[in-house]
């Protein structure tokens, strides 16, 4: 394709905005992509259905009987697999937390225009698979290997660039991450909109590394430059920046809002008295949580952290609170073991990644 067939070039305008008014194209984005409903955070698990979804371009329906997976490019070995290969080797099942590095973008002022989150992109699912690493240990990449990429038979345009969404990772990265080759959530196949038949679920990074629909992992001898690598998914200050890289997630906890709704404002009622407060917490890169706070009128306490439920899923905190009647502000906060704190405020970043500031929640407490 020319450039002057491209219907994309210069013809797509993407302002940052200042106000909190949203556009027509940030409102479809958000009717496509959904968010975990907070309620359901009183959920180790998040129920099937209820996970949250970022897709890019539209929903690929592979047919799981023929569907092959190939290890391609510069390795020595290359081979395909059939979706019941996959599933006759070694088998693990483990919960993983997973969010959107855009989670937070809609807290920014100014704010990038894109997919609006507020809090909701995050969710914790069983994923069954089996471990990527002996597969490509089988493949056996060549000597001058330095990445191996991951496509998707997801494909559209971004910034005038039309892709199939892929992103890589190192053979390091590859070594350290425990990455899961995966076709089961909660213990049933993978929803057509999570990435059925075969995805990757990348433990302890954001979201965009689980590369869903996966059709092709080639061994590459020089960096990947493929859009959802190179042109996106960096932390920025501006336009001129060359950026750092998204990977990990950052420190984050959030609250189950107590109480009731009203329905259009989602403003939260409670009745005088004993409140529990329950909510979680996760960081990512093999961090875990050393400690919630919660603040309630301007004071910090300390909440009850339960049981891991696995090395990479969050963690359940609860706080028992003394409700006294009038409008409360609740927050929280978690701090990780590598004395990452959640901040009060959002950290700037051009696309709006990475915004991990405290969840605040306002509730009115109705006396007896
Ligand atoms: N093929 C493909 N994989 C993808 C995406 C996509 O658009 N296409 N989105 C990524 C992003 S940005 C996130 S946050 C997660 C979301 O996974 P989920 O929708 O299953 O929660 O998938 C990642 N994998
Ligand atoms: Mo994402």
Redesign the pocket.
């Known amino acids: 394709m020319t450039n002057q067939d491209n219907p994309f070039l210069h013809r797509i305008t993407r302002g940052n905005t200042q106000d909190d008014r949203f556009s027509r194209e940030e409102l479809t984005l958000a009717n496509r992509?959904s968010g975990l409903l907070l309620e359901l955070l009183n959920c180790d698990i998040t129920p099937t259905g209820a996970?949250?979804?970022?897709?890019?371009?539209d929903v690929p329906v592979l047919d799981k009987t023929n569907h092959s997976l190939s290890f391609a490019g510069g390795f020595e070995n290359p081979y395909s697999l059939l979706l019941d290969d996959i599933k006759s080797l070694d088998k693990i099942t483990q919960p993983v937390t997973?969010?959107?590095?855009?989670n937070g973008r809609a807290g920014l002022q100014p704010r990038s225009s894109s997919m609006p989150w507020m809090y909701e992109?995050v969710?914790t699912?069983e994923w069954t698979g089996t471990l990527l690493k002996p597969l490509i240990e089988k493949a056996a990449p060549k000597n001058n290997v330095v990445e191996i990429s991951f496509?998707?038979?997801?494909k559209g345009f971004d910034a005038a660039i039309e892709h199939?969404?892929?992103?890589s990772l190192t053979l390091e990265q590859l070594e350290e991450l425990g990455v899961m080759l995966v076709y089961e959530m909660n213990g049933q196949d993978l929803l057509p909109?999570?990435?059925a038949p075969l995805?990757i679920v990348v433990p302890g990074w954001?979201?965009?590394?689980?590369?869903?629909?996966?059709f092709k992992i080639e061994a590459l001898t020089s960096a990947f430059e493929g859009f959802?690598q190179v042109g996106t998914?960096h932390f920025k200050s501006d336009d001129e920046d060359n950026g750092q890289p998204v990977q990990d997630i950052r420190v984050k906890s959030l609250m189950m809002p107590p109480g009731v709704p009203d329905w259009y404002s989602r403003k939260r009622l409670v009745d005088e008295g004993p409140v529990s407060l329950i909510g979680r917490a996760w960081s990512g890169g093999g961090r875990v949580i050393k400690k919630v706070e919660v603040e309630i009128d301007g004071v910090w306490q300390q909440a009850k952290l339960s049981k891991q439920i696995g090395p990479f899923a969050w963690v359940k905190w609860q706080f028992e609170w003394m409700a006294t009647s009038g409008e409360h502000c609740l927050r929280c906060r978690a701090t990780d073991s590598e004395g990452h704190v959640q901040p009060l405020s959002p950290s700037w970043d051009l696309s709006g990644f990475g915004n991990n500031m405290v969840h605040e929640v306002t509730v009115e407490v109705r006396g007896k």
């Open positions: 992509n996970h949250y979804l970022l897709n890019h371009f997973l969010e959107c590095a855009g992109a969710g699912y496509s998707g038979a997801d199939n969404y892929a992103r909109q999570h990435g995805r954001y979201g965009m590394a689980s590369v869903k629909w996966l959802q998914y």
